[in-house]
């Protein structure tokens, strides 16, 4: 009875909140842990310590470290009250600390053993009673600011050595930075600044800056795949290893539809493709890929973030669909923001290859059976509670149910290693 009881308490703890993530990015340009955005369903009470206590029920040694970010004061005030020795990271907006009884829950916490991270401008840190309470922060830059860091140490050009720099640089070493939109100033925080982590991650920039070299898969992926085959392993590793890279998965299904291969039959998954084509032509392929393969560290957070969504999506898509459409749902997610890669339409790119129409109608025309877990899946990746909230209500997925398979996705998504 106590245990059913326990798991009655722990549904609606999950049922009463809204969750949304953001990856936490580490100078090896692998995932460093995860920002969990938290907020109420409704206007009630939500029990942190079962919150707390779901949260590592579900994570292991090789999950991600978790930072995790309440939406409103309320719920920081129930965290810092309740959290225990040993629980995940909790922000601490620093606008909030005025308020001086949250600021009293903050000093409890911290003696308590808490790990809390104060979040804010740069240009406005704590003064040192307020920031001997943090074990690290999460700053924001002003674009002066940014100007400032890159003008003390600018980045070199191809081939020339570092340029001198000019003044100080205002980024202070070893904390976490968010919402760094420049390539220069990402490399500047991690690489000389050591920063512990950049939250989010300046997809735009990176790939405009990559934008006269052609895109091409992760060298390390492909000899991971090749690896695999020479080690006789399965159909299942293979075709999970191919789904780990948007553009491998991309450039093999053009390939096994190429009418070089003659096959009389269109290609509309990998499965299939991995079956038709052999493993000793599919080795060749990917030997002729590996020389062009890409090592370009900066476009790991691009493919990690896009295998993360494919992740989620096939997670979110009803229990009890067989192997073959689960994995045309992951292919969905994987697929969905190849046109940043590619840099044209993504209906230009799929019509090159003869995805079911689920697939295409998802990913370009917003609509039909697909569409919601992918709308979902995209919500999931912000801290938009009210958009994720209606995105339940109109598709009637379970808010429980939504959230419990974000914890499990993140849970199981290990924290990245260099490549």
């Given at each position: 009875?106590?245990?059913?009881?326990?798991?009655?308490?722990?549904?609606?703890?999950?049922?009463?909140?809204?969750?949304?993530?953001?990856?936490?990015?580490?100078?090896?340009?692998?995932?460093?842990?995860?920002?969990?955005?938290?907020?109420?369903?409704?206007?009630?009470?939500?029990?942190?310590?079962?919150?707390?206590?779901?949260?590592?029920?579900?994570?292991?040694?090789?999950?991600?470290?978790?930072?995790?970010?309440?939406?409103?004061?309320?719920?920081?005030?129930?965290?810092?009250?309740?959290?225990?020795?040993?629980?995940?990271?909790?922000?601490?907006?620093?606008?909030?600390?005025?308020?001086?009884?949250?600021?009293?829950?903050?000093?409890?916490?911290?003696?308590?053993?808490?790990?809390?991270?104060?979040?804010?401008?740069?240009?406005?840190?704590?003064?040192?009673?307020?920031?001997?309470?943090?074990?690290?922060?999460?700053?924001?830059?002003?674009?002066?600011?940014?100007?400032?860091?890159?003008?003390?140490?600018?980045?070199?050009?191809?081939?020339?050595?570092?340029?001198?720099?000019?003044?100080?640089?205002?980024?202070?070493?070893?904390?976490?930075?968010?919402?760094?939109?420049?390539?220069?100033?990402?490399?500047?925080?991690?690489?000389?600044?050591?920063?512990?982590?950049?939250?989010?991650?300046?997809?735009?920039?990176?790939?405009?800056?990559?934008?006269?070299?052609?895109?091409?898969?992760?060298?390390?992926?492909?000899?991971?795949?090749?690896?695999?085959?020479?080690?006789?392993?399965?159909?299942?590793?293979?075709?999970?290893?191919?789904?780990?890279?948007?553009?491998?998965?991309?450039?093999?299904?053009?390939?096994?539809?190429?009418?070089?291969?003659?096959?009389?039959?269109?290609?509309?998954?990998?499965?299939?493709?991995?079956?038709?084509?052999?493993?000793?032509?599919?080795?060749?392929?990917?030997?002729?890929?590996?020389?062009?393969?890409?090592?370009?560290?900066?476009?790991?957070?691009?493919?990690?973030?896009?295998?993360?969504?494919?992740?989620?999506?096939?997670?979110?898509?009803?229990?009890?669909?067989?192997?073959?459409?689960?994995?045309?749902?992951?292919?969905?997610?994987?697929?969905?923001?190849?046109?940043?890669?590619?840099?044209?339409?993504?209906?230009?790119?799929?019509?090159?290859?003869?995805?079911?129409?689920?697939?295409?109608?998802?990913?370009?025309?917003?609509?039909?059976?697909y569409a919601p877990c992918l709308q979902m899946a995209r919500a999931l990746e912000t801290d938009d509670a009210s958009a994720i909230h209606q995105l339940c209500t109109d598709h009637e997925m379970e808010q429980e149910d939504v959230n419990r398979i974000l914890l499990r996705t993140l849970a199981n998504t290990r924290r990245g290693t260099p490549a």
């Amino acid at each position: 009875v106590a245990v059913q009881l326990h798991f009655l308490i722990v549904q609606s703890v999950l049922g009463s909140l809204v969750l949304g993530y953001r990856p936490l990015w580490g100078a090896a340009r692998s995932l460093a842990g995860v920002q969990l955005y938290v907020r109420e369903a409704a206007a009630v009470g939500v029990d942190a310590p079962h919150l707390l206590r779901t949260v590592q029920e579900m994570w292991s040694a090789s999950s991600p470290p978790l930072l995790i970010s309440p939406l409103s004061r309320q719920l920081l005030s129930d965290l810092l009250e309740h959290a225990p020795r040993g629980s995940p990271w909790i922000l601490v907006p620093g606008h909030w600390l005025g308020d001086s009884a949250l600021f009293a829950q903050v000093q409890a916490a911290h003696q308590r053993g808490l790990r809390l991270v104060w979040r804010g401008p740069l240009g406005r840190l704590p003064e040192p009673e307020v920031a001997r309470c943090f074990d690290n922060s999460l700053l924001s830059l002003q674009p002066e600011e940014a100007m400032a860091a890159l003008q003390a140490s600018p980045p070199p050009r191809p081939g020339a050595p570092h340029p001198p720099g000019h003044g100080t640089s205002p980024v202070v070493d070893g904390q976490m930075y968010e919402d760094i939109a420049s390539r220069a100033l990402m490399s500047h925080c991690l690489d000389e600044h050591r920063a512990v982590a950049l939250a989010g991650w300046p997809k735009e920039d990176v790939l405009y800056s990559l934008r006269h070299q052609p895109m091409q898969p992760a060298h390390a992926t492909i000899l991971k795949l090749l690896k695999a085959i020479d080690a006789e392993q399965s159909l299942d590793v293979f075709e999970g290893i191919l789904g780990e890279d948007p553009l491998l998965a991309y450039r093999f299904m053009v390939y096994t539809n190429s009418a070089s291969l003659g096959l009389r039959t269109g290609i509309d998954s990998l499965r299939r493709g991995l079956v038709m084509m052999g493993y000793g032509s599919i080795r060749k392929w990917l030997g002729d890929q590996l020389p062009h393969a890409s090592t370009e560290a900066d476009l790991r957070p691009v493919r990690e973030s896009m295998v993360l969504r494919a992740r989620l999506m096939e997670q979110l898509i009803e229990p009890g669909l067989q192997h073959e459409l689960r994995s045309e749902v992951y292919l969905c997610g994987l697929l969905s923001q190849l046109d940043d890669l590619l840099g044209e339409p993504v209906g230009t790119i799929l019509h090159r290859i003869p995805l079911s129409d689920r697939v295409f109608d998802a990913i370009v025309m917003n609509h039909g059976p697909y569409a919601p877990c992918l709308q979902m899946a995209r919500a999931l990746e912000t801290d938009d509670a009210s958009a994720i909230h209606q995105l339940c209500t109109d598709h009637e997925m379970e808010q429980e149910d939504v959230n419990r398979i974000l914890l499990r996705t993140l849970a199981n998504t290990r924290r990245g290693t260099p490549a």
